[in-house]
């Protein structure tokens, strides 16, 4: 057993600190929002991620995870995970660092000699060195270590206990040894498991992450972009997608074409991946990022262009029905969600909107007041003259259409995932139409 501080307790570091006080450790997590704290204490949860409540619950119940705000908390315990945000600058693309830099210099002081800083946030590359020097600055003979995260917003607890890799930036020589050492000591069930391990340097670990959702990224809007070119041909995305799939140097996974990524990663990460290379002089490497990003956000406008194509030419004063806020299913998370933009834009735009989600309800009600806002996909769906759904959670995914057709004014379905059955929809008298279909 390991006793270990987590530093920040948002969606990383809560979820962290509980599945590493599952794993045996002793845990203490570290966070400067009281009510976020006296909430995770509680063994209640600050947002929707399936199985978290249930791992929250059972490590506080076994004495092996506490939450505080006082830093002073550290004292004492051999590894130190920073887990705060990076978000996007204001009106730039790079990532602020103000948290991350914020956490460590208010941790170093706390730290003893041999005591191991862990970072798991996405970073720019070159901060890992420029913070093992802060840190070493207070506290010599402190040490750093970059450990990427790869999280999956709705897989957050599965990912984090039965990683698909685990990556190690490590100082050289005697204390990237010692740093190893410990954390292999931290996650010694999940490598007993048979997890690959990556031992590597900062920078290499720093690029692994931005590098991975930069392919991620890539990939999804690759599919999107063929879904233009299905659009103007008459071809169909989902066949094209499914045949280019059976290649394996290919795969299928990540090729479903429809309204984009959104999240609080990707748009934000690949963002900051092009800031860092144009600062390193090598911007010119990631120039094609940038229309990845113009190609996802090209989507949302593509949608509200087809609702109102779908409705003789304009949407304003039509009901129309939004299935989905949350920027993908089995979350509450709408930081950049396509799903909400494109309800708002048509709010926007003159159409009476009313909108509906399993979980984001409550965090687009604080963003989208304005917007109308329902309890089920029936509710939104009352007297609408266009449903759209936007988010795949399985509820809408498995609508009866005929069952859900009664209750609207007019049976029309922008299917924004293509998550539905074309044939099963039309043939209950549905116009059915999507990104990317004939």
């Not at 740093?179 to 690959?196: Q, W």
């Not at 990939?219 to 290649?247: R, T, Y």
């Not at 144009?278 to 094609?288: N, T």
């Not at 996802?296 to 109102?308: I, Y």
Request: negative net charge.
């Amino acid at each position: 057993m390991t006793k270990l501080t987590v530093i920040g307790c948002g969606y990383l570091g809560a979820v962290h600190a509980a599945c590493m006080a599952q794993l045996g450790h002793e845990v203490v997590g570290v966070d400067v929002d009281e009510p976020k704290v006296e909430l995770l204490a509680s063994g209640r949860t600050p947002f929707f991620e399936p199985g978290f409540e249930e791992v929250l619950q059972s490590a506080i119940g076994s004495g092996r995870l506490s939450f505080t705000s006082d830093m002073a908390a550290a004292r004492g315990a051999t590894v130190h995970f920073v887990c705060v945000g990076t978000p996007q600058k204001r009106n730039e693309y790079a990532a602020d660092l103000a948290y991350v830099d914020a956490a460590v210099a208010a941790l170093a002081p706390h730290l003893a000699p041999g005591g191991l800083v862990v970072g798991k946030s996405t970073v720019p590359v070159g901060t890992a060195r420029r913070l093992a020097d802060a840190i070493t600055e207070v506290t010599p003979g402190a040490l750093l270590a970059w450990n990427p995260e790869f999280l999956r917003e709705g897989l957050a607890v599965q990912d984090t206990l039965h990683p698909d890799r685990l990556v190690y930036g490590l100082p050289a020589g005697a204390d990237g040894e010692q740093a190893r050492k410990m954390l292999d000591e931290v996650y010694a069930t999940p490598l007993a498991d048979g997890v690959p391990l990556v031992v590597t340097d900062y920078a290499t670990a720093e690029l692994v992450k931005a590098s991975a959702n930069s392919f991620l990224a890539t990939k999804i809007s690759f599919i999107n972009a063929m879904a233009e070119v299905c659009e103007a041909s008459g071809a169909d995305v989902v066949q094209l997608a499914d045949a280019i799939g059976h290649d394996g140097r290919i795969g299928r996974r990540f090729l479903n074409a429809g309204l984009g990524f959104g999240g609080g990663c990707l748009p934000k990460d690949i963002r900051a991946f092009m800031a860092r290379a144009g600062e390193l002089g090598a911007d010119q490497a990631l120039a094609f990022l940038r229309e990845i990003d113009s190609i996802n956000m090209r989507r949302r406008v593509r949608m509200v262009d087809l609702a109102r194509e779908v409705c003789g030419g304009s949407i304003v004063g039509r009901r129309i029905a939004v299935l989905g806020l949350a920027f993908k299913p089995n979350s509450d998370d709408i930081r950049d969600s396509p799903a909400l933009n494109v309800a708002a834009q048509m709010q926007l735009q003159g159409a009476s909107v009313v909108v509906t989600d399993p979980q984001a309800v409550e965090n687009a009600q604080r963003k989208w007041p304005d917007l109308r806002f329902a309890a089920t996909a029936e509710e939104a769906a009352t007297g609408a003259d266009l449903v759209l759904l936007l988010t795949e959670w399985d509820q809408y995914r498995s609508l009866d259409p005929a069952a859900f057709g009664v209750v609207v004014a007019q049976r029309r379905m922008l299917d924004g995932r293509n998550a539905l059955d074309p044939a099963a929809w039309r043939a209950a008298g549905w116009t059915y139409r999507a990104l990317g279909r004939p």
